[in-house]
């Protein structure tokens, strides 16, 4: 039976309900049990309401459409939950993080469709269209017509080879190669890459998502740090990173994705001792938390005072001749 069906036998079931009502909204009030109820009936008394707020009283959510729009416009936004701001959406970059494996991802896929021969019709020593574009910068397929200035010229491109053709005449050999790109190897070019794209659409696809994420990571970057005001123009050059070092511990507890932790690790040469020791001091403040949540006691903070020399100041006490000498009777 509830505490409602209770009370509604013992008072009026409008003054039970109305009861009950005050209990579910007082329960909700955090600590409301470490409260005395004179002192809850004190605060409550004095406590102030938006009265004449109008647009604050009218409020159907916790933040008006305006308000959020103009945070969204004027703050940097993150690609971490609920738009999370990492350090990674403003100096990923420098950790590789959202280019690196891309990079390395794209590299193999286009490796082994090199193996297999996919881009043969672009690359072949003779016939690949990249291999027809070479010869035709390189004046290969330029012929002079005349025998006499003026000279004019034509590029002829034989049969059986991408853009296969004759250019020109034109006043001048680039004029004609240039006439050769445009309408024979550029054409050509396009045509045999469309061929690839509709072969491999798998490879292509991955590929493109590869690049599409890198081109979203730079371009976040920008924005945020547009966004963040910092000018790199302004830092002052030669300055040892001492805070840095002091506050290493601390961020090695910042273990969100993209975060401070994440960042450090990943630039950390752990190649040399100075890189393994920033990753290593980064741990063991992880291990410290780890332990001490567990109620063990890590404190192995070592002191770095230690016994000065004093300096030699000088005579600065009277001897007793001296004292007695200066007494005033």
Same mark, same amino acid.
């Given at each position: 039976?509830?505490?409602? #069906?209770?009370?509604?036998?013992?008072?009026? +079931?409008?003054?039970?309900?109305?009861?009950?009502? %005050?209990?579910?909204?007082?329960?909700?009030?955090?600590?409301?049990?470490?409260?005395? %109820?004179?002192?809850?009936?004190?605060?409550?008394?004095?406590?102030?309401?938006?009265?004449?707020?109008?647009?604050?009283?009218?409020?159907?959510?916790?933040?008006?459409?305006?308000?959020?729009?103009?945070?969204?416009?004027?703050? *940097?936004?993150?690609?971490?939950?609920?738009?999370?701001?990492?350090?990674?959406?403003?100096?990923? #970059?420098?950790?590789?993080?959202?280019? /690196?494996?891309?990079? #390395?991802?794209?590299? !193999?896929?286009?490796?082994?469709?090199?193996?297999?021969?996919?881009?043969?019709?672009?690359?072949?020593?003779?016939?690949?269209?990249? /291999?027809?574009?070479?010869?035709?910068?390189?004046?290969?397929?330029?012929?002079?017509?005349?025998?006499? +200035?003026?000279?004019?010229?034509?590029?002829?491109?034989?049969?059986?080879? +991408?853009?296969?053709?004759?250019?020109?005449?034109?006043?001048? *050999?680039?004029?004609?190669?240039? !006439?050769?790109?445009?309408?024979? %190897?550029?054409?050509?070019?396009?045509?045999?890459?469309?061929?690839?794209? *509709?072969?491999?659409? /798998?490879?292509?696809? !991955?590929?493109?998502?590869?690049? =599409?994420?890198?081109?979203?990571?730079?371009?976040?970057?920008?924005? =945020?740090?547009?966004?963040?005001?910092? !000018?790199?123009?302004?830092?002052?050059?030669?300055?040892?990173?001492?805070?840095?070092?002091?506050?290493?511990?601390?961020?090695?507890?910042?273990?969100?994705?993209?975060?401070?932790?994440?960042?450090?690790?990943?630039?950390?040469?752990?190649?040399?001792?100075?890189?393994?020791?920033?990753? #290593?001091?980064? $741990?063991?403040? $992880?291990?410290?938390?780890?332990?001490?949540?567990?109620?063990?006691? /890590?404190?192995?903070?070592?002191?770095?005072?230690?016994?000065? +020399?004093?300096?030699?100041?000088?005579?600065?006490?009277?001897?007793?001749?001296?004292?007695?000498?200066?007494?005033?009777?």
């Amino acid at each position: 039976m509830s505490t409602y #069906s209770q009370l509604r036998q013992i008072i009026p +079931p409008d003054q039970a309900l109305a009861s009950k009502a %005050l209990q579910a909204g007082l329960q909700q009030v955090k600590n409301i049990f470490d409260t005395e %109820l004179p002192q809850l009936a004190i605060a409550t008394e004095g406590l102030e309401s938006n009265v004449g707020l109008e647009d604050i009283g009218n409020l159907t959510g916790p933040l008006p459409a305006n308000v959020t729009a103009y945070f969204k416009d004027t703050l *940097a936004t993150g690609t971490g939950p609920q738009g999370l701001l990492l350090l990674t959406d403003v100096i990923g #970059s420098i950790t590789g993080y959202n280019i /690196t494996g891309e990079i #390395s991802n794209t590299a !193999n896929i286009l490796g082994n469709m090199t193996t297999s021969g996919d881009f043969t019709a672009l690359t072949n020593l003779t016939t690949g269209v990249y /291999t027809v574009m070479e010869n035709c910068i390189a004046g290969i397929y330029t012929q002079v017509i005349g025998s006499v +200035p003026p000279y004019t010229y034509s590029v002829v491109i034989p049969g059986g080879l +991408p853009g296969a053709g004759t250019y020109g005449p034109e006043v001048t *050999a680039n004029a004609a190669v240039g !006439n050769a790109f445009t309408n024979g %190897l550029n054409p050509a070019m396009v045509t045999t890459v469309g061929n690839i794209v *509709a072969a491999y659409p /798998t490879d292509v696809a !991955n590929t493109t998502a590869n690049f =599409n994420i890198i081109c979203d990571q730079l371009q976040t970057q920008n924005v =945020n740090l547009a966004l963040s005001g910092l !000018n790199f123009a302004n830092l002052v050059p030669g300055l040892q990173p001492w805070s840095l070092v002091y506050n290493l511990a601390s961020t090695g507890l910042e273990v969100v994705e993209g975060g401070p932790a994440y960042v450090l690790q990943s630039i950390a040469n752990t190649n040399t001792q100075g890189g393994q020791a920033i990753v #290593s001091t980064m $741990r063991e403040a $992880r291990n410290q938390e780890r332990l001490s949540a567990a109620g063990m006691q /890590t404190d192995i903070t070592i002191s770095d005072q230690y016994p000065e +020399p004093r300096a030699d100041l000088g005579t600065t006490q009277y001897t007793v001749a001296q004292a007695t000498s200066q007494k005033i009777i």
